[in-house]
């Protein structure tokens, strides 16, 4: 028998194949009236999206190439227009009123002076201060309980800018100011196992450094774990990996769990390697809470393109989930978030958010 890793994850696809299929009937059951009993709470995960598509960069084959490519993404952040973009997401939480926000891709871009040694810090566009200015000016405050930096990236940029631009990415988890969560505790963590990319340019690599943050909380009596997560996209065997250390480490605890997130798997992707993350996360206990809700409709949530400007009913692809374990019942959940754009006609996110209401009984 073959034993080498590609031959593993073939093994595992072809399982992945039939146990997607017994998945995905765990939603075709409704919970029993009983378990909606207890005190609800609202969470939403959210991909902020961090502006532009990193490959091109990462691929680029020489160095005047990889200078214009880091140009072109710089630029790009610029098109998105993430200030714009944060008055539409603060206004989608300011609707829902959710009591626990998970946040994926809250970019950081600073830029400093060109080939300077030291980490840029000229900051350009700050999503996460962004946000929170626009959800205080809405009336409708939430803090930050737990904000984790991820990769840390940081390139030259050429023509017209001759700067170094940095991209940090966070992960962050919010509450609602004076709402009814009590935060216990505050917790994060980066996976051991993370994708490393080798950069033909300059003949060095870039880690995908991915994490998890948590809460531990109460309300009404009840306590739960609230976690929230941003696993790798480029790669299902280092994904796969990232899945099986949650479950191990933040998610390794009794009680009431809820996990939400960008999980960059489900059980319908077309490639059965693709479905491995999501599989081990249920095989560990965890409970989708979609299909029992929406039995049948795919809840698509990601597709709406790099340069936020697909049409509306272009989103594919279920991967912004909130599943949970333990004495927790899904209530109601939606997804949003291709309803309205920028006044220069763009998307809040490549993503759609994912809300759910859960029952604490």
Request: glycine content about 10%; aromatic content about 6%.
């Amino acid at each position: 028998m073959d034993g080498s890793p590609r031959a593993h994850l073939r093994r595992l696809a072809r399982l992945a194949t039939a146990a997607a299929l017994a998945v995905a009937g765990l939603g075709l059951v409704a919970p029993p009236a009983h378990a909606e009993a207890g005190p609800k709470v609202a969470v939403l995960t959210r991909n902020l999206y961090l502006g532009g598509d990193l490959t091109p960069s990462i691929a680029a084959p020489t160095l005047p190439a990889f200078l214009a490519a880091n140009a072109a993404l710089l630029s790009h952040v610029d098109l998105v227009d993430f200030p714009a973009r944060a008055a539409l997401i603060a206004d989608e939480i300011r609707e829902r009123k959710p009591d626990l926000v998970g946040l994926q891709e809250v970019a950081l871009w600073r830029t400093g002076p060109l080939g300077d040694p030291a980490p840029a810090t000229e900051v350009r566009y700050d999503y996460l201060a962004l946000l929170m200015a626009e959800l205080a000016e809405s009336g409708h405050p939430y803090d930050v309980v737990v904000a984790q930096e991820e990769a840390d990236l940081e390139a030259p940029a050429g023509a017209p800018y001759l700067r170094d631009v940095r991209l940090t990415m966070r992960d962050v988890i919010l509450v609602r100011h004076g709402g009814r969560i009590k935060v216990n505790a505050a917790s994060s963590g980066h996976f051991v196992n993370n994708l490393v990319f080798p950069l033909a340019a300059t003949g060095g690599t870039a880690t995908s450094t991915r994490g998890w943050t948590a809460v531990d909380a109460a309300l009404g009596g009840r306590t739960f774990r609230f976690v929230n997560t941003h696993l790798e996209a480029f790669h299902p065997g280092v994904r796969l990996l990232q899945a099986q250390e949650l479950l191990r480490g933040p998610l390794s605890v009794p009680g009431r769990l809820v996990l939400v997130g960008d999980l960059n798997s489900g059980p319908e992707l077309p490639d059965p390697n693709n479905r491995l993350a999501y599989l081990a996360l249920v095989a560990g206990g965890m409970v989708d809470t979609w299909p029992i809700l929406h039995p049948g409709d795919p809840g698509y949530t990601s597709g709406l393109g790099d340069d936020l400007t697909e049409p509306a009913d272009d989103v594919e692809h279920r991967i912004d989930m909130v599943l949970v374990r333990g004495p927790v019942a899904p209530v109601s959940s939606e997804v949003f978030g291709n309803e309205r754009q920028t006044p220069g006609g763009r998307w809040a996110s490549d993503h759609l958010g994912h809300q759910a209401v859960l029952a604490l009984p």
